[in-house]
């Protein structure tokens, strides 16, 4: 069974300022990762995703994520963040010998302020 | 490709009364999943298919949920005798691989 935890339930920050929302997982088997966002009012889309090959990961709006084996971490990460990036975002593992569930974490709330 | 549906947006019911909710996932997606959020929770799973095959449910899931895909195309997630503690908002998401699509949620309340 995997486990997620997200170290920060809130994050606040200032405009252009970076940003880090951490995640750690807790798994006896290898892993997919993903992290995923929620605009208000909107549903769940998806970030970015780590498979295999490259630990640092970059995907939509400018975030990236790195995986960290030995510390079980996929930490998300933006040099310059925007207002528009105000949402609730949540990390996911999934069993990598097995394409079912994803397992979340609780999600971090990123309030960017002006 | 008109992304995940699901119906309805939103459902009011009186405690003991059974519900239903449709998903209709992207055309080309095989894998379909059901989960369930509540205020300041991530998505709890509830159970999956691939195709028209439920391969799992989750242990905590009550015997008063049943969730059906007949021919592998949209699904639908049904609750007998509703509690208030089912209140919750019902996603839906479907995959091809890696990743899901999710649709916009049916938010159940439970009165």
């Known amino acids: 069974a995997q486990s997620v935890t997200q170290l920060d339930s809130q994050v606040p920050v200032f405009e252009e300022a970076p940003v880090e929302l951490r995640c750690n997982y807790s798994s006896s088997v290898s892993v997919y990762l993903f992290w995923y966002v929620q605009y208000p009012n909107q549903g769940l889309q998806l970030l970015l995703k780590?498979?295999?090959?490259?630990?640092l990961v970059k995907g939509i709006n400018g975030f990236e994520a790195e995986f960290n084996k030995s510390q079980t971490s996929f930490h998300l990460r933006k040099p310059s963040v925007h207002i528009s990036d105000t949402a609730e975002y949540f990390c996911?593992?999934?069993?990598?010998?097995?394409?079912?569930?994803?397992?979340f974490g609780d999600g971090t709330t990123l309030t960017v302020k002006p | 490709d008109t992304g995940v549906s699901q119906n309805p947006r939103h459902k009011i019911t009186k405690r003991g009364q059974n519900v239903t909710f449709r998903c209709d996932p992207i055309?080309?997606?095989?894998?379909l999943y059901w989960y369930r959020q509540t205020l300041g929770q991530g998505p709890e799973f509830l159970t999956y298919f691939q195709n028209e095959a439920q391969l799992e449910k989750s242990r905590l899931l009550s015997d008063r949920f049943s969730a059906e895909r007949p021919k592998g195309s949209f699904s639908t997630l049904e609750i007998q005798r509703t509690e208030q503690g089912d209140s919750a908002m019902y996603l839906c998401?479907?995959?091809?691989?890696?990743?899901?699509?999710f649709g916009s949620g049916t938010r159940l309340t439970v009165v």
């Open positions: 055309s080309e997606h095989n894998r």
């Open positions: 780590y498979l295999s090959g490259s630990t």
């Open positions: 996911a593992v999934s069993d990598s010998t097995n394409a079912g569930k994803s397992t």
């Open positions: 998401a479907s995959s091809m691989s890696y990743g899901y699509t």
